[in-house]
Protein backbone atom coordinates (compact mmCIF):
# COMPACT_ATOMS: atom_id res chain seq x y z
CA UNK A 1 0.00 0.00 0.00
CA UNK A 2 1.03 3.26 -0.56
CA UNK A 3 0.50 6.99 -0.29
CA UNK A 4 0.74 8.56 -3.36
CA UNK A 5 3.95 11.20 -2.29
CA UNK A 6 6.52 10.75 -4.29
CA UNK A 7 9.47 9.98 -2.73
CA UNK A 8 12.71 10.83 -5.38
CA UNK A 9 13.02 9.75 -9.23
CA UNK A 10 15.09 7.29 -10.67
CA UNK A 11 15.93 6.08 -14.20
CA UNK A 12 15.74 3.03 -16.33
CA UNK A 13 19.00 1.19 -16.77
CA UNK A 14 18.51 -1.66 -18.66
CA UNK A 15 15.32 -3.43 -20.11
CA UNK A 16 15.68 -7.13 -20.46
CA UNK A 17 12.91 -9.28 -22.08
CA UNK A 18 12.82 -13.17 -19.86
CA UNK A 19 10.88 -15.82 -21.14
CA UNK A 20 8.35 -13.62 -22.46
CA UNK A 21 8.12 -11.14 -19.53
CA UNK A 22 10.21 -8.58 -19.01
CA UNK A 23 13.33 -7.12 -16.34
CA UNK A 24 13.81 -3.88 -15.56
CA UNK A 25 17.01 -2.22 -13.59
CA UNK A 26 16.22 0.94 -12.46
CA UNK A 27 18.90 2.99 -10.95
CA UNK A 28 17.91 5.07 -8.09
CA UNK A 29 20.72 6.86 -6.00
CA UNK A 30 18.70 9.11 -4.04
CA UNK A 31 16.62 6.35 -2.93
CA UNK A 32 17.32 4.97 0.80
CA UNK A 33 17.86 1.19 0.11
CA UNK A 34 18.75 0.83 3.95
CA UNK A 35 15.29 -0.49 5.04
CA UNK A 36 14.68 -2.16 1.02
CA UNK A 37 14.92 -6.37 1.11
CA UNK A 38 13.96 -8.86 -1.48
CA UNK A 39 10.57 -9.16 -1.82
CA UNK A 40 10.19 -5.88 -0.93
CA UNK A 41 7.23 -3.30 -3.43
CA UNK A 42 8.26 -0.21 -4.86
CA UNK A 43 5.63 1.74 -6.44
CA UNK A 44 7.32 2.88 -9.94
CA UNK A 45 5.20 5.25 -11.83
CA UNK A 46 2.39 3.85 -9.43
CA UNK A 47 2.87 0.32 -10.36
CA UNK A 48 3.37 -2.34 -7.34
CA UNK A 49 6.61 -4.14 -8.15
CA UNK A 50 8.57 -6.52 -6.33
CA UNK A 51 12.07 -5.76 -5.67
CA UNK A 52 13.94 -9.16 -6.97
CA UNK A 53 17.90 -8.06 -6.78
CA UNK A 54 19.69 -5.37 -4.83
CA UNK A 55 22.12 -2.93 -6.82
CA UNK A 56 25.01 -0.85 -5.93
CA UNK A 57 22.31 2.36 -6.19
CA UNK A 58 19.65 0.27 -8.37
CA UNK A 59 17.09 -2.41 -7.67
CA UNK A 60 15.90 -5.14 -10.34
CA UNK A 61 11.99 -5.79 -10.68
CA UNK A 62 9.83 -8.51 -12.84
CA UNK A 63 7.21 -7.30 -14.65
CA UNK A 64 4.40 -9.81 -16.15
CA UNK A 65 2.48 -9.46 -19.31
CA UNK A 66 -0.96 -8.36 -17.32
CA UNK A 67 1.23 -5.59 -15.89
CA UNK A 68 2.87 -4.56 -19.61
CA UNK A 69 -1.09 -4.67 -20.78
CA UNK A 70 -2.54 -2.68 -18.78
CA UNK A 71 -0.13 0.32 -17.98
CA UNK A 72 2.20 2.46 -19.84
CA UNK A 73 5.33 0.45 -18.64
CA UNK A 74 5.24 -1.30 -22.39
CA UNK A 75 6.45 2.01 -23.66
CA UNK A 76 9.34 2.64 -21.59
CA UNK A 77 12.62 3.35 -22.91
CA UNK A 78 16.16 2.74 -21.23
CA UNK A 79 16.88 6.33 -19.53
CA UNK A 80 13.38 6.96 -18.72
CA UNK A 81 12.54 9.54 -15.80
CA UNK A 82 9.96 7.66 -13.17
CA UNK A 83 8.63 8.35 -9.97
CA UNK A 84 9.31 6.36 -6.91
CA UNK A 85 7.93 5.37 -3.64
CA UNK A 86 8.11 2.53 -1.04
CA UNK A 87 5.73 0.76 0.41
CA UNK A 88 3.95 2.81 3.18
CA UNK A 89 5.35 1.43 7.27
CA UNK A 90 2.40 2.01 9.90
CA UNK A 91 3.95 5.07 10.99
CA UNK A 92 3.79 6.75 7.86
CA UNK A 93 2.82 10.12 8.02
CA UNK A 94 -0.44 9.58 5.38
CA UNK A 95 -0.23 12.72 3.23
CA UNK A 96 -1.19 11.34 0.04
CA UNK A 97 -4.57 9.02 -0.29
CA UNK A 98 -4.81 5.16 -0.36
CA UNK A 99 -3.04 4.00 -3.79
CA UNK A 100 -3.01 0.52 -4.25
CA UNK A 101 -0.36 0.55 -7.10
CA UNK A 102 -2.72 -1.42 -9.16
CA UNK A 103 -3.13 0.88 -12.80
CA UNK A 104 -6.46 0.59 -13.88
CA UNK A 105 -5.51 2.40 -17.50
CA UNK A 106 -3.48 4.44 -19.05
CA UNK A 107 -4.55 7.86 -19.53
CA UNK A 108 -3.06 10.71 -22.56
CA UNK A 109 -1.88 14.30 -21.44
CA UNK A 110 -4.02 16.53 -23.78
CA UNK A 111 -3.31 19.87 -22.59
CA UNK A 112 -0.27 21.73 -20.33
CA UNK A 113 -0.69 25.49 -19.47
CA UNK A 114 1.48 28.02 -16.83
CA UNK A 115 -0.96 28.69 -14.49
CA UNK A 116 0.72 31.53 -12.18
CA UNK A 117 3.50 29.69 -10.34
CA UNK A 118 1.90 26.19 -11.33
CA UNK A 119 0.94 23.67 -14.38
CA UNK A 120 -2.56 23.17 -15.47
CA UNK A 121 -3.01 19.81 -16.61
CA UNK A 122 -5.61 17.86 -18.64
CA UNK A 123 -5.28 14.35 -19.26
CA UNK A 124 -8.12 11.95 -21.10
CA UNK A 125 -8.96 8.71 -18.86
CA UNK A 126 -10.25 5.97 -20.81
CA UNK A 127 -14.14 6.00 -20.61
CA UNK A 128 -14.62 3.57 -18.26
CA UNK A 129 -12.97 5.10 -15.78
CA UNK A 130 -14.15 8.57 -15.58
CA UNK A 131 -17.27 7.04 -13.29
CA UNK A 132 -14.57 6.89 -10.48
CA UNK A 133 -13.79 10.35 -10.72
CA UNK A 134 -15.13 13.87 -8.96
CA UNK A 135 -14.81 17.35 -8.76
CA UNK A 136 -12.03 17.57 -6.00
CA UNK A 137 -11.66 13.75 -6.09
CA UNK A 138 -8.45 11.63 -5.58
CA UNK A 139 -6.60 10.11 -8.91
CA UNK A 140 -3.11 8.90 -8.92
CA UNK A 141 -1.46 9.91 -12.00
CA UNK A 142 2.00 8.00 -12.63
CA UNK A 143 2.09 7.63 -8.82
CA UNK A 144 1.44 11.15 -7.96
CA UNK A 145 -1.64 11.41 -5.25
CA UNK A 146 -3.82 14.32 -7.14
CA UNK A 147 -6.10 16.39 -6.70
CA UNK A 148 -8.79 16.57 -9.51
CA UNK A 149 -10.26 20.55 -9.94
CA UNK A 150 -13.00 19.44 -12.17
CA UNK A 151 -14.04 16.62 -14.47
CA UNK A 152 -15.34 17.24 -18.42
CA UNK A 153 -17.46 14.11 -18.62
CA UNK A 154 -18.27 14.86 -22.31
CA UNK A 155 -14.62 14.55 -23.13
CA UNK A 156 -13.51 11.82 -20.55
CA UNK A 157 -11.08 14.65 -19.21
CA UNK A 158 -10.04 15.55 -15.77
CA UNK A 159 -8.16 18.87 -15.19
CA UNK A 160 -5.30 19.14 -12.22
CA UNK A 161 -3.34 21.95 -11.46
CA UNK A 162 0.51 20.90 -10.25
CA UNK A 163 2.42 23.00 -7.82
CA UNK A 164 5.92 23.90 -8.47
CA UNK A 165 6.95 20.99 -5.45
CA UNK A 166 5.56 18.27 -6.95
CA UNK A 167 6.67 18.75 -10.35
CA UNK A 168 9.69 19.10 -9.51
CA UNK A 169 9.77 16.18 -7.37
CA UNK A 170 8.47 14.31 -9.95
CA UNK A 171 9.01 13.11 -13.45
CA UNK A 172 6.41 15.78 -14.63
CA UNK A 173 9.35 18.33 -15.69
CA UNK A 174 11.23 15.81 -17.39
CA UNK A 175 8.53 13.52 -18.67
CA UNK A 176 5.22 14.96 -19.23
CA UNK A 177 4.51 16.74 -22.34
CA UNK A 178 0.68 16.91 -24.82
CA UNK A 179 0.70 12.96 -25.99
CA UNK A 180 2.53 11.77 -22.94
CA UNK A 181 0.97 8.27 -21.98
CA UNK A 182 0.63 8.11 -17.98
CA UNK A 183 -0.83 5.61 -15.34
CA UNK A 184 -4.02 6.26 -13.89
CA UNK A 185 -5.15 4.17 -10.76
CA UNK A 186 -8.88 5.55 -9.44
CA UNK A 187 -9.62 6.31 -6.51
CA UNK A 188 -9.76 2.95 -4.13
CA UNK A 189 -13.24 3.84 -2.10
CA UNK A 190 -14.57 4.82 -5.29
CA UNK A 191 -14.48 1.41 -6.94
CA UNK A 192 -15.13 -0.44 -3.80
CA UNK A 193 -18.52 1.92 -3.33
CA UNK A 194 -19.29 0.56 -6.84
CA UNK A 195 -19.17 -2.66 -5.81
CA UNK A 196 -20.79 -2.84 -3.18
CA UNK A 197 -24.09 -0.92 -4.93
CA UNK A 198 -23.63 -3.70 -7.52
CA UNK A 199 -23.72 -6.06 -5.06
CA UNK A 200 -27.35 -4.96 -3.39
CA UNK A 201 -28.49 -5.93 -7.35
CA UNK A 202 -27.42 -9.89 -7.10
CA UNK A 203 -29.11 -12.05 -4.98
CA UNK A 204 -28.04 -11.95 -1.88
CA UNK A 205 -26.64 -15.36 0.37
CA UNK A 206 -28.41 -15.77 3.69
CA UNK A 207 -25.77 -14.86 6.49
CA UNK A 208 -25.30 -17.75 9.12
CA UNK A 209 -24.50 -14.35 11.67
CA UNK A 210 -27.22 -13.74 13.97
CA UNK A 211 -27.60 -11.60 16.94
CA UNK A 212 -26.81 -14.54 19.62
CA UNK A 213 -23.55 -15.31 18.09
CA UNK A 214 -22.66 -11.42 17.77
CA UNK A 215 -23.39 -11.46 21.59
CA UNK A 216 -21.36 -14.37 21.99
CA UNK A 217 -18.54 -12.76 20.28
CA UNK A 218 -18.61 -9.75 22.84
CA UNK A 219 -20.49 -7.15 19.97
CA UNK A 220 -23.52 -6.95 22.39
CA UNK A 221 -23.35 -6.61 26.24
Not at 26 to 39: C, W
Not at 155 to 160: G, R
Request: proline share 3%; hydrophobic share 40%.
Amino acid sequence: MFTGIIETTGSIKSISQIGGDIQLHIHAPDLDFSDVQLGDSIASNGICLTVVAIGNQSYAVDVSRETLSKSALQNWRVGDIINLEKAMLPTTRFGGHIVAGHVDGVGVVRHMAKDARSIYIEIELPSELMRYTADKGSITVDGISLTTNAIKPDQNLVCLNIIPHTAERTNIDKHWSVGALVNIEVDLVARYLERLLLSKQAPQAVSSITEETLAKAGFYL
